[in-house]
């Protein structure tokens, strides 16, 4: 046997017996308007297959999915998968203009993809417009077959997806908003699996109720998937054990009170070690940006123990015990939470880096074109808001999706002269020049060799106000490896870096005036998005997005796009 023939012999065996168990997953996904009733009115809201929340996807480490999405809705839509790597499968991604051209009302499209070396809880959404609103579901991915969590079995698993629902259709809420250039009108409630619960009205009946037995451990799978807030949440009376976020295993810490920002996931174990009775469930938001309005409501679902259940015994169910949820304001505990991460194994960080990028995010005011009447510039001071990142406000594509123009060579769809660095330095987080408020608009792409080393600092700036963004990655996890407040310095901060044992992350929360460091290497060729999850800023433009050149061989090269992808 030749050499090369030995080791495609030693591939195939490894690769036969790591996918003698995998499994082809197929779905249907029917984007469909269904009635849905809450806060006592009935809305024509947008769904899957007539559920609200979406179907919950349960696969194992190295299954593939194939999800056919028909387009019945009157919107056109796509599906991300929030998290997936999708090596090589930058088709079956998702972002709007991105990777394809949306799925018009009546056409259809199917995802293909298998998800490999990832464990824990992701999620699904659809990323056209404010779709995401409602249209999402939980992504759980087990072991393969075999193989075990590293922490005790759960005796049972609850996917807890937090949400953010409008009294009114959220698409029609973001059109108004993108019309007048002011801020959208925020939420008027948020949800724990779609429902309000006990404290808005007409939402009692239907609260969601968890049930818990005496002594026994279960895994609450969080997801954050409200459209524009990061959110607290705390069981009242019980600690919460992490063990996981964004499908990689961490540490486990103890801890009183999560936050997540938008996209981010969390395992966390519970134990019924509490008096048997009922316990509220409780999230609400944290908001960092001063002086923005939000909502200020508070979302209840019920741990209930089994015996002090009333479904059996029609009694008079005790009321549940409130927890105390952190102030809106409170930094510091998102702070204390945020930096008790960890991945659970030794990193493998990269060290040496090929590309240093500095990357400033923030707000920004556009002035009003002369030809645009006041109502359509109702911004601070009749301005119109904006979003940018080094400077440059993100503009999609209409015609071509980004990825189709850079795979057939289309000219004129995008650049790739992204910055490096902010054009301009300047104190972030201090007193900024009105001057830099107006950013570029433009769509231009960082381009990165195949392999290549990156680290990121991603800076917040108070042009207009500091806040917390949660900055997430499509096609890439990568590792925090430090965060703090102020202006990045790398003489004072380099210092922080853990090149040990950093989580690993999809989605970051880069602090209120402050700055994170990522590092991921660039081993997925195709083009990846990186945004703010706030939904309001990826439409205001806080984004940008990388360009990863093909490498060697198949292996290293991106897949040709499926024969069904929508065109423009």
Not at 13 to 36: D, G
Not at 275 to 292: F, T, V
Not at 449 to 465: E, P
């Amino acid at each position: 046997m030749g050499v090369f023939n030995k080791f495609s012999f030693i591939f195939l065996v490894i690769f036969l017996s790591l996918s003698a168990n995998a499994e082809v997953q197929r779905h249907r996904f029917v984007i469909q308007a269904t009635k849905v009733k809450r806060l006592c009115k009935t809305h024509n809201t947008i769904t899957v297959n007539g559920m609200f929340p979406g179907p919950t996807l349960e696969i194992k480490n190295g299954d593939t999915l194939e999800v056919q999405v028909v387009n019945k809705a009157r919107y056109n839509v796509t599906i991300h998968w929030h998290g997936v790597r999708q090596m090589r499968t930058g088709w079956a991604d998702g972002p709007e203009f991105v990777t394809q051209c949306p799925i018009r009302p009546g056409g259809s499209y199917t995802y293909r993809f298998t998800v490999q070396g990832q464990e824990g809880t992701l999620w699904w959404h659809a990323h056209s417009s404010w779709l995401r609103a409602t249209v999402y579901g939980a992504l759980i991915i087990r072991p393969r077959e075999g193989k075990s969590y590293p922490f005790p079995k759960p005796k049972r698993e609850t996917p807890i997806l937090l949400g953010e629902w409008w009294d009114a259709n959220p698409i029609d809420v973001v059109r108004e908003a993108t019309r007048t250039g002011a801020a959208p009108n925020v939420s008027d409630a948020y949800t724990i699996n779609a429902q309000p619960g006990d404290l808005y009205k007409c939402s009692s009946k239907e609260t969601t109720v968890v049930s818990v037995d005496s002594g026994e451990t279960n895994l609450l799978r969080v997801i954050n998937a409200a459209l524009n807030q990061p959110l607290f949440f705390k069981v009242a009376n019980h600690k919460l054990t992490v063990v996981g976020a964004d499908a990689s295993y961490t540490k486990p810490f103890t801890t009183s009170v999560l936050m997540l920002g938008p996209g981010q996931t969390t395992d966390v174990l519970i134990r019924g070690d509490q008096p048997p009775s009922r316990y509220y469930m409780a999230a609400r938001a944290y908001q960092s940006a001063q002086n923005a309005p939000f909502d200020n409501t508070t979302t209840t679902a019920i741990l209930e123990y089994k015996s002090a259940s009333c479904a059996a015994k029609k009694c008079n169910a005790p009321t549940p015990i409130m927890p105390s949820l952190p102030a809106y304001n409170d930094t510091n505990t998102v702070t204390a939470f945020s930096q008790s991460f960890r991945s659970r194994e030794k990193a493998e960080v990269p060290t040496d880096i090929d590309e240093s990028l500095f990357f400033t995010i923030g707000l920004g005011l556009n002035n009003c074109p002369p030809n645009f009447r006041k109502r359509r510039c109702q911004g601070p001071n009749g301005t119109r808001f904006t979003a940018s990142m080094n400077n440059v406000s993100f503009v999609l594509p209409r015609n071509f999706s980004l990825l189709q123009a850079h795979q057939q060579g289309i000219p004129g769809v995008f650049t790739t002269d992204f910055p490096a660095n902010p054009p301009l330095k300047f104190d972030y987080t201090g007193n900024v020049s009105r001057s830099l408020f107006q950013p570029v608009p433009g769509t231009k792409l960082y381009k990165l060799k195949y392999g290549s080393r990156v680290q990121i600092v991603l800076q917040d700036t108070s042009i207009v106000t500091p806040e917390n963004h949660p900055i997430h990655l499509h096609g890439y996890d990568f590792y925090i490896i430090a965060e703090g407040f102020g202006n990045f310095d790398p003489k004072r901060d380099t210092s922080k870096f853990n090149l040990v044992d950093p989580p690993m992350r999809n989605t970051v929360g880069v602090p209120v005036n402050g700055w994170a460091v990522i590092r991921f290497v660039a081993d997925n060729p195709g083009v990846w998005i990186m945004h703010c999850h706030l939904d309001v800023h990826i439409n205001w433009g806080l984004a940008m997005a990388f360009l990863v050149d093909n490498g060697v061989g198949e292996l290293q090269t991106i897949q040709p796009p499926p024969p069904d992808l929508p065109i423009c």
